[in-house]
Every structure is written in C-alpha cells, then in structure tokens.
C-alpha cells in the first residue's frame, strides 16, 4: 500500500503524521511511505531521518495527498487539504468530526472516503488509549499556562499560583476528572494551588481524591459547578464525550458572576468548549476577555510540544494504524474491535458520530 505523510498547515502546528520509526515499520511490512518535504521537521525530525528509515520524500502537497491510499495527518484537515484527498482514501488524524462545519463531514460522505478519528479509538474497558497521550500533555501544560495568565500584565488577578506563607494560593476550580482533568489537578496541586476538581462519577471522585495534596472533590451538578466558579481564580474545563460535542456546562450568565480577571482554560474546545463564551484561539493570539475573564481556548495546545506529543501519539497509535494498513479496514475491524469506535465516515456513510448538537 502506499501511505502518505503530509506537513501540517494548520497555525501553530508542529506535530507530524507518522515518526521516522513508525516509517520504518511499515516499510518493514513491504508498504511504501511518502513523507511531505519537512513534515517532520517541527516535532525535531528532518527529512535524512525518514529517508534512512525507508521513506520516500516528496516535495508538493499535490503529489503526497495524489499517490496514498491511506493518509496520516495529526489534525483535522483544512478546506485545502479536503479537496487534495482522493476518492476512496482511508484518511486517519484527530478529527473531532462532530464539532467540525458540516461542509467538511460532507466532503467525506460524497467522496466516499473512510475516516479513522483517533480520539474515537475505545478499548473494551472504555478507554481512549490513543487520546490518553495528548490528555495527559494538555492536563499538564493547563497548569503552566494557568500560572503564567494569573500575573498582571497578562490580564490576570495577579495572584502567584502557589501563594507565599502569609498569602494564599490560588483556587484552581477543574471540571471533568478524566484523563486532563487529572493531570491538571496533579500539576496544579504541584505547584501549590488549591484544587477542586468535579465530576459526575462518584469513581472518578474516589480516584482522584486518593492524589497526593488535597484536592476537594465535588459531584457535578448546576449548583456545585455555580458555587464553585464563585470563588475560582482558574477555572479549567476538561469534558470529553467520544464521538459528540462537548458539553455545555458553563453558561454565559455563570461567567458573568466570576471574579473579574479570573481565568478560563477550556481544554474541551476542540470538541466545541464546555463554556458558552468560549470559542477557538491560537498560539499566536491564545486569549481574549469576555464578560471580563481572560480565555484561553486553544484547540492544539500540545502542538507546540511537538516532540512529546508525537512520540506520545505514535507509541500508542502505531499498532492500530500498523492493524489497519496491513489488514485493510475491514479486517481490522474484525480482528480489533477497538478500531471500530474510531471509523468516522465508511464509504458514504457516517459511522459513530454524534452530530445533533450545537456546532
């Protein structure tokens, strides 16, 4: 088979479809990968690397995208890039199909081609193990960032993260237990800050309050989410829901009654945002002030540790990708079912993807 890497166009996108050693691999199983010149090279891999590892380098987006069967890009592709994609190709990223503009699902439906979200990917026990690496990064990086728009000239409270004897920490308010929400709540207890984390398992709550520090754990309710945002000074929103929207957990009227100069960190904006005044920045401009509180809603926020999170990506991501291209869909989907949960678009067809939520 041939397989395509291209470089990544979005702003502020360092990351890569594919490391040199995951190259190697499927040449090793006789396929042929074509990697875009440079793909590589801000997640710190020049195209020598992929050369030695067997790949083939090629130096247009038209040719990578017109000789593959099967592409891998890291996110979702732009208007550009939907229109390079041949008919019939198995096209494999971090989609997040579900907040995404309807035009774009429509693209893949007409040119009947199959999409592999891998965000989507579930194991039997319910776990996302490809997502959990970019999870873990996003939880950790929420604490720096959290830290850094607290100061005064970043329009924030002035208020040092972990306080100084005499002087109190801030209140770092967490929504969502998960795989972020954890990560965030061990980073931010790290630093000093006091933490309250929500959810709605009562076995998320038993998990995280066996964390060194304390941590108060709340059941997540309108009430408790209310009372909580009132003495926040961050306010870090970390919901998932395979497949479908983020959740709207935070209502305009809600941020409203916030400390004036608080701070929002919405880690569930590529999936839509949990916040009702949340809506996508980039690294270049990350936040902005609604109803007074600084957002920081940036939707590849791990891109710019691009080394970690491709190598993260790929150490859980390459036996489903190595299962797919050497079986082809179907079979792989036989042979592992977790694959299944990640098909998006099949031939025509939409496939696990709830789209009957605000866009």
Excluded: W
């Amino acid at each position: 088979m041939n397989v395509g890497i291209p470089k990544e166009r979005r702003p502020y996108e360092f990351r890569v479809g594919l490391t040199p050693a995951g190259v190697e691999s499927l040449c090793q199983n006789s396929h042929v990968v074509f990697i875009e010149h440079e793909a590589g090279v801000g997640a710190g891999y020049p195209d020598k690397e992929y050369e030695k590892a067997g790949g083939r380098i090629v130096f247009s987006i038209e040719e990578v995208y017109g000789r593959a069967d099967y592409l891998l890009k890291f996110s979702r592709p732009t208007d550009q890039e939907l229109d390079l994609i041949q008919p019939g190709t198995t096209f494999l990223g971090f989609l997040y199909l579900a907040s995404t503009r309807q035009t774009k699902v429509d693209v893949l439906l007409r040119d009947k081609i199959t999409s592999i979200a891998y965000e989507q990917i579930q194991e039997s026990d319910g776990s996302l193990p490809v997502l959990r690496a970019l999870s873990q990064i996003g939880g950790a990086m929420a604490a720096d960032v959290a830290a850094l728009l607290l100061h005064s000239d970043q329009g924030g409270r002035g208020i040092l993260m972990g306080g100084i004897p005499g002087v109190p920490p801030a209140d770092v308010v967490i929504l969502g237990g998960g795989t972020a929400g954890s990560y965030a709540a061990r980073a931010c207890v790290g630093r000093g800050a006091h933490v309250t984390l929500l959810d709605k398992d009562i076995n998320v709550l038993q998990r995280v309050s066996q964390f060194p520090g304390n941590i108060l754990t709340l059941l997540s309710s309108q009430r408790n989410i209310e009372k909580s945002l009132g003495y926040a000074d961050v306010v870090i929103g970390a919901v998932h829901v395979t497949g479908m929207r983020a959740p709207l957990l935070v209502s305009r009227e809600m941020v409203r009654h916030m400390k004036p100069r608080s701070v929002i960190i919405d880690l569930s904006i590529d999936q839509g945002g949990c916040f009702e005044t949340s809506r996508p920045t980039t690294h270049a401009n990350p936040t902005y002030v609604e109803e007074g509180v600084v957002h920081y809603c940036v939707p590849n926020m791990p891109g710019v540790v691009a080394r970690t999170a491709t190598n993260g990506f790929v150490n859980a991501a390459l036996p489903y990708i190595l299962d797919i291209i050497n079986l082809g869909v179907d079979e792989a989907i036989n042979r592992n079912p977790a694959i299944e949960f990640g098909i998006t678009t099949y031939k025509g067809e939409l496939r696990h993807l709830s789209r009957l939520t605000k866009k």
